[in-house]
């Protein structure tokens, strides 16, 4: 059989299995450029990467997109805090991201959409929701009917979410700041209208700007079109966020799923208590860097399975420092072929690096060698 009509390597993520035939397109989530960088970032990007990596690996072609949220009201008001316009204030942000991620050996996406490149769409967008009866304007801002839903539940339903902790994450992450006009608190805003000195386009219903959730969902339909293959994220993004793109996308398209497989890669706590710049217990990627080698600090990411939370310790970071060199010295002697054909395999099923990495310490030589470059661990 020649090497062309050999059948294709199938990735299972989430339990499933994700067949390809055509490119993997992969979307992540990225930052909102206004505070450094910290574990529970990395943990996602470096994920994602390892995904990429994994599958390039197995002769798939893959083409990732990494979005800039840089159009939001915390931006805005970290900016205003410091007296720098947002933009400036963004890519001062934006650097110091990208220089952790380039430590951490994550490679760069193929495409890096930012927000405010791609505003039209978001008014777009809003202009399809409302044609399509998902959307009503009050006042300058354009709400996405969230309490209606598909099956006549509402978004939450949809998702899994009783009513009174999907409303907490609402709030969670700005419901307190949602523009009046609201016709159901689970109506958010697709085009919001902007008052004295934030940021403002114009649109047909006044000068305003995007809402969050709309804002990734204007920039995977640029990038992909009406689907997508993967998309991934933090835990934390699964709702609101992720299920009103989602929702949003298919009301607009009339295409579902919007997204074949979601990767929502585990929260990092400090002492059971997610990293968060509100909590104060965040633990920078730049530190990090400043006393541990960076392939330390992605092995400890990696040494897991992908979907876990997990509390961040020192303690566990020495570990992987030492796990580590074990690795470098078993790619150093000799091992067998049998070791090597198992590792792409473990990885294909569902990212299961642990194993990966028993496999590669046990047989070591070229399956540690194999191991050490897939997860970029060099």
Not at 15 to 30: D, F, I, Q
Not at 56 to 83: I, P, Q
Not at 298 to 306: C, G, K, M, N, S
Request: charged content about 20%; aromatic content about 8%; glycine content about 10%.
């Amino acid at each position: 059989m020649s090497h062309d009509l050999l059948p294709p390597a199938v990735l299972r993520l989430g339990g499933r299995p994700l067949p390809m035939v055509g490119p993997l397109r992969l979307y992540a989530c990225g930052v909102t450029p206004y505070a450094v960088t910290h574990l529970g970032h990395a943990a996602t990007f470096v994920w994602v990467d390892v995904l990429a990596r994994v599958a390039r690996h197995a002769s798939m072609d893959v083409v990732v997109t990494r979005n800039v949220t840089d159009v939001d009201d915390v931006l805005t008001e970290a900016a205003r805090k410091v007296n720098t316009p947002y933009d400036e204030y963004a890519a001062m942000q934006q650097y110091r991201f990208d220089h952790d991620m380039s430590a951490l050996a994550v490679r760069r996406p193929d495409h890096e959409p930012r927000a405010h490149r791609h505003i039209g769409s978001v008014v777009r967008l809003a202009q399809a929701l409302l044609d399509a009866g998902r959307a009503y304007e009050v006042d300058g801002t354009v709400f996405f009917d969230g309490s209606g839903g598909f099956d006549g539940s509402d978004i939450a339903a949809a998702h899994g979410w009783e009513r009174a902790a999907a409303l907490a994450a609402i709030e969670e992450f700005g419901g307190d700041d949602l523009p009046a006009g609201q016709r159901d608190p689970f109506d958010l805003p697709v085009w919001r209208a902007s008052g004295e000195g934030d940021p403002a386009w114009p649109s047909p219903w006044g000068a305003g700007r995007p809402g969050w959730h709309a804002e990734c969902t204007a920039m995977v339909l640029d990038t992909y079109g009406s689907s997508i293959d993967v998309h991934a994220g933090g835990r934390d993004l699964a709702f609101p966020h992720h299920a009103y793109e989602a929702a949003q996308a298919e009301a607009a398209t009339g295409v579902a799923p919007f997204a074949r497989s979601w990767m929502h890669v585990g929260t990092v706590r400090v002492n059971g208590e997610k990293m968060a710049k509100s909590t104060g217990n965040l633990v920078l990627v730049e530190d990090l860097l400043a006393q541990h080698r960076a392939a330390a600090v992605r092995l400890l990411i990696l040494d897991r399975a992908w979907a876990d939370d997990w509390d961040y310790s020192p303690a566990d970071l020495a570990a992987a420092e030492g796990r580590l060199d074990a690795l470098y010295a078993a790619a150093g002697r000799r091992g067998d072929d049998a070791g090597e054909a198992a590792i792409v395999p473990a990885l294909l099923d569902d990212l299961d690096v642990r194993r990966a990495l028993g496999i590669a310490m046990e047989s070591g030589g070229s399956a540690a060698r194999t191991a050490v470059h897939v997860l970029g661990l060099g």
